[in-house]
């Protein structure tokens, strides 16, 4: 048992990439299409896992950073004519300055009162979104503009190489010195400034990171659908995400790239049930969680923290 | 008041004043604290302490008054800069991160965002934050031997019995590398073994000329310590000297067991 635990620590990463390069081989066009859609939420709960695992900085606005990043890459296409990569940087660049912008005045709060303000961005930019029509197509929806790569396998196994190497940066940030000053922000705030860690930047590095995945994975997104609605932001998204990170065990990196692709995957599995398919994909995540999750798979990873500071 | 001036002056207050709504919880209080010394501030409880620890670290404002470090004034900064000049602190009741290792709450010590390798130099694991993070294991390390808590070093802090995750704690100030340690109360709570390590402890960073100014109520711990005592009484000093001077003063034996009647 314990042998399996210290294979999954190690090779787990490489375990999920393996299986995910392997997926278009077997999968039919509209299970691949789910999957993909798995892969591109991962990306976005990865920046969750720095945000609220590490930092412990609980917001409910990554539908709107999503957003930001998919609408400005289309835009940058359409209306400026941009490239793909160019696009791509761009979204990426504007998604993190939103989400900073956001951050500077919203992290003086804490606690439910973050959670409300980061729920009423949420609203205000898919409300902008909604109203900006001559910029955004508001409801009719904005489309015609290239994906970042000119097939969707391409797209596919762009995705996963940057899932992968996002993963690996993000666990190598947790194990760094800013990871650090991370959990001592989420585990005491006073020690950890009267200790020399600069709080408020730590706070605001931790969301400048999430917002550029939340970019990056809308930019993924715009590829993936090449038709983007306001409707697709709403902040039941946001939830999902919270959900996916919470279940992935709040800081543990595979795990929630695993529950990503576990919760997109779910409700489509479920479809067969009709009208009661959302009464059992709830019940199932509730049992889940209540039998496994008591603390979070954080369990496992603190005993392979005893393992750390020997590196 | 004959002060053994024996070094220039570290830690200077000048009529510190801190409200909270209408109670005074510090009043006009000034004091020094000199240059490899071991001060003590005594009171009874609820004489605002700790308050002046906090005034002190920068976690409250304060309300008047002045707070000079090395010859600089240091209220208004924040917390984390004035733990960058060479001021750390414990608390009274341990603030240690329970879910990580002894070695990594030290590590804490080094603070963020003082210089140092950056995010992305992290994200990319450059040679200077793989050199950084040599350096720092290795002075973590020197200071955990220094304390002896090196045989726990990878256990998670909240493992550690009592007496160790407070010595964990002032590991942590060590490896801020401080001019100037603050304690509140380390002792409480510690038997007499774990409170007779607690004073060589002290002892041995005073000697590597780290000033301590420590909040105690223990008199033998304060007896044995501390060059000079402050005495605290509703926010305001009511007297201050060397120990045996202390002992003997009427406010201060007033302030602890009332007055008596004649």
Known sequence: ???????????????????????????????????????????????????????????????????????????????????????????????????????????????????VTTVGFGEIVRILILNWEPLTRGPYGLSGFRPVMPTTRGVYYLMVVVLILLAIVTERIGRSRLGLAMKAVKEDEVAAEVMGVNVRRV????????????????????????????????????????????????????GSIISSLFLTVLPEVLRFLAESRLLVYSLILLVYLRLYHVRGSSKVRAKSAGSRGRS | ?????????????????????????????????????????????????????????????????????????????????????????????????????????????????????????IMFDTAKHRQERAAFAEEVDEVLKFVGLEDVRNELARNLPYGRQRILEIARALVTKPKLLLLDEPAAGLNSAEIYTLMELIKKINETGISVFVIEHRMELVGELADWVFVLNYGSKIA?????????????IEAYLGKGRD
């Open chain 2, 1 to 121: 008041m004959g002060i053994d001036k024996n070094g220039n002056i570290v830690l200077k207050t000048d009529s510190l004043t801190k409200r909270f709504g209408g109670l005074v919880a510090v009043n006009n209080l000034s004091f020094e604290v000199h240059e490899g010394q071991i001060c003590a501030l005594i009171g009874p409880n609820g004489s605002g302490k700790t308050t002046v620890l906090n005034l002190i670290t920068g976690i409250y404002p304060i309300d008047g008054g002045r707070i000079d470090f090395l010859g600089e004034q240091i209220n208004g900064l924040p917390s984390h800069a004035i733990c960058w000049r060479g001021i750390a602190r414990t608390f009274q009741n341990i603030r240690i991160l329970g879910s990580q290792t002894v070695f990594d709450n030290a590590l804490l010590g080094k603070g963020y965002g003082n210089g140092g390798a950056g995010v992305f130099q």
């Open chain 1, 203 to 254: 706070k605001l590095v931790s969301n400048a990171l999430t917002a550029a995945l939340a970019g990056l994975s809308g930019v993924f997104l715009a590829s993936l659908t090449g038709y983007l609605n306001p409707d697709s932001f709403t902040s039941n998204e946001s939830t999902s995400y919270l959900l996916m990170v919470v279940m992935g065990g709040m800081s543990n990196v595979v």
């Open chain 2, 240 to 252: 201050e000297g060397t120990f045996d001077e202390i002992r003997e003063n009427p406010a201060v």
């Open chain 1, 1 to 115: 048992m314990n042998n399996i635990k210290v294979f999954w620590n190690r090779y787990g990463l490489l375990v999920v990439a393996v299986l995910l390069l392997l997926t278009p081989q077997f999968t039919s066009q509209y299970e691949f299409y789910v999957v993909q859609r798995g892969v591109q939420n991962a990306m976005l709960v990865l920046g969750l896992v720095m945000l609220i695992g590490y930092t412990g900085l609980m917001t409910l606005g990554s539908a709107a950073l999503l957003a930001t990043g998919a609408y400005t890459y289309g835009i940058l296409m359409l209306r400026l004519g941009c490239s793909p990569l160019i696009g791509t940087i761009g979204a990426v660049l504007f998604t993190t300055v939103v989400g900073t912008l956001l951050g500077i005045p919203a992290f003086r709060l804490s606690g439910p009162f973050l959670v």
